[in-house]
């Protein structure tokens, strides 16, 4: 599939159809169209042929969408950058990138170093759509994620990533949306499950109902839920830890898929969701940014046994035309079952980070698949095993993994007899390593709640697990600290802990 | 229980979970008048003052609060509930 004429013959296909769903008012894929085409006039008349990565500052409204397809339809990239992020952050991704010119919806001009253009200021009355510029080699987006070195690192999307996306999406049996669906938003543009969301929607001329950044995400979810009965949820799992408490209260029949990504989705609380959503198709979606979103997925079993692993659902198997090879310590190729470090190869792969040759050095390598063609993964820091049927199991993030005494400690392990106790069972925890003062690594249970007596989960603990791996401190905290995708933020934690 | 009285009892449940007391609650505040009121605080407050009413919110209720008037008024309808 080549996604940019796709999406353009579904915007005029559909064009008298709602395309989104923003703050309550309605846009067709004609309004969509006709702003993309004032995008398209903007960069023609105004952004020379060589500069390709453009800043977008990411706010809820049609013009931001609108210029992500226009800069597409000008072989262009877009790089996000979030106007509640630190201005400074923003300034370090778009300076790390050359970025001369930067689209801006908001009302007031945030970033006068750049030239700035407001796609709603555009005087451009009678324009036609011009032919469509497509280079598959020319990037589609460049994302910046927290680097370990405390600099952001750039992942650059080519189309031809994209369309290896998009292709593996259509090829779906499982998962296959139609005009009619209502499809959630929910994602902040600078994350790249946004595209999962979006994409296939659009694709087929379905509605999107997009969440604004500034309300309280759980709810807003809820309330469109309600509202617009939508039959497409794609969310992160946070979304529906928070609802938990509340399920009782949703019934949802309207919903056809719930999709996650983004975290870990644990069973035991998909068990009680499908309850929610009982017309559901529930899918655990699973990729990297360097591998364009998504790679695996898996299919989950209503009243059947599922496959997980210490409590988190499989991620399924990799989608047609993806390699997945798992690592030993000694980098030798796992058997089945065995743990190891998931690797990636195929057509959705990055070039490689932004100007970052030493990481690329470390994250990418060529290895002779079975069929003795070379071919270029990239490890993706996440421990995996394969079982006997092919279907991949995540077990954690590999720096999740520590060693306590000389022992490999997993975390997961720890944390998931941690929730299965009963004073945890409903709170939201985890098992954090913090250095001591001896500068040893040190397992602490993490627990959002106020203080309770610790001593029944200790020993309960005791019960479970090697004597090394129960923690030997428990820490409350009212809230656990998340970074703005609403994933928790470990490095913070450690340091409110620490101090 | 009157409107006052609640406000006292629902400020102990934010100066506890936002760990400071540098703001003023009367019925038209809202979260953007609250330092650290955002979406993970809200529902922890949410579940303090429901301990301390010993009453339970609907899903419906918590999301259409727009500021403290709303929530004093949910609190009332659960209280008599």
């Not at chain 1, 617009?228 to 794609?234: E, G, N």
């Not at chain 1, 006997?388 to 400690?409: C, E, H, L, T």
């Not at chain 1, 944390?415 to 001591?436: A, G, M, P």
Request: net charge negative; aromatic share 10%; hydrophobic share 35%.
């Amino acid at each position: 599939m080549n996604l940019i004429y796709s999406l353009h013959k579904s915007f005029e296909l559909n064009a008298k159809r709602n395309a989104f769903c923003i703050d309550d008012k309605f846009y067709s894929y004609q309004d969509l169209l006709d702003s993309v085409i004032k995008v398209r006039k903007i960069i023609t008349s105004n952004i020379d042929v060589i500069d390709n990565n453009i800043g977008l500052v990411i706010n809820d409204d049609l013009e931001t969408y609108a210029t992500i397809f226009g800069l597409w339809m000008e072989g262009k990239a877009y790089v996000p950058v979030n106007p509640i992020a630190p201005k400074t952050r923003n300034l370090e991704i778009l300076n790390a990138i050359n970025i001369k010119h930067i689209f801006d919806s908001s009302s007031k001009v945030e970033y006068s170093d750049f030239k700035t253009h407001n796609v709603s200021e555009a005087n451009t009355n009678n324009s036609t759509f011009e032919s469509i510029k497509f280079n598959e080699s020319n990037l589609a987006y460049v994302l910046f994620t927290s680097g370990s070195t405390g600099a952001p690192k750039g992942i650059p999307i080519s189309f031809k990533n994209l369309n290896a996306l998009a292709t593996a999406l259509d090829r779906d049996e499982e998962y296959k949306l139609k005009a009619a669906d209502r499809c959630l938003q929910m994602y902040d543009l600078t994350f790249d499950a946004s595209l999962t969301a979006l994409l296939p929607a659009l694709l087929v001329g379905a509605c999107s109902y997009t969440v604004p950044s500034n309300v309280i995400k759980y709810f807003h979810v809820y309330k469109l839920l309600e509202k617009h009965k939508l039959t497409v949820l794609k969310m992160v799992p946070s979304i529906i830890y928070y609802l938990r408490p509340y399920f009782s209260e949703i019934n949802a029949p309207s919903v056809r898929y719930s999709i996650f990504g983004g975290e870990k989705l644990y069973e035991d609380i998909v068990n009680d969701w499908v309850k929610c959503v009982p017309n559901s198709k529930v899918l655990n979606h699973y990729g990297p940014t360097e591998f364009t979103v998504c790679s695996n997925y898996y299919k989950y079993k209503s009243n059947k046994k599922n496959k997980s692993h210490n409590g988190v659902l499989s991620i399924g198997k990799p989608f047609k035309g993806v390699d997945c090879l798992i690592l030993d310590e000694e980098e030798d190729i796992a058997s089945n079952n065995q743990v190891g470090e998931l690797c990636l190869s195929g057509n959705q792969l990055t070039s490689g980070y932004y100007k970052n040759e030493s990481l690329n050095l470390t994250s990418f390598f060529t290895h002779k698949t079975a069929n003795g063609i070379s071919k270029r993964f990239y490890k993706t820091g996440d421990l995996c095993f394969m079982d006997d049927d092919g279907d991949y199991m995540y077990v954690g993030r590999k720096d999740f993994q520590v060693k306590i005494g000389g022992y490999r400690v997993e975390l997961g392990e720890i944390e998931y007899h941690v929730r299965n106790h009963e004073s945890t069972k409903s709170k939201n925890t985890l098992v954090i390593d913090v250095k001591n003062t001896s500068d040893n690594d040190e397992l602490v249970i993490v627990v959002e709640s106020i203080q309770f007596d610790t001593k029944a989960l200790l020993e309960y603990l005791n019960t479970k697990l090697a004597d090394y791996m129960v923690p030997k401190k428990v820490f409350f905290i009212d809230n656990f600290p998340h970074n703005k995708n609403g994933k928790i933020d470990r490095k913070a934690l450690r340091n409110i802990i620490k101090n | 229980m009157n409107s006052e009285e609640i406000i006292i009892t629902i400020r102990k449940s934010f100066v506890k979970i936002l760990e400071h007391d540098n703001f003023e609650l009367n019925e038209s505040t809202t979260a953007k008048d609250v330092d650290g009121w955002e979406s993970i605080t809200h529902l922890l407050i949410m579940n303090d003052i429901e301990k301390s009413f010993d009453i339970k919110f609907k899903l419906m209720d918590l999301m259409s609060m727009e500021n403290i008037g709303d929530l004093i008024k949910t609190i009332k309808k659960e209280i008599q509930a």
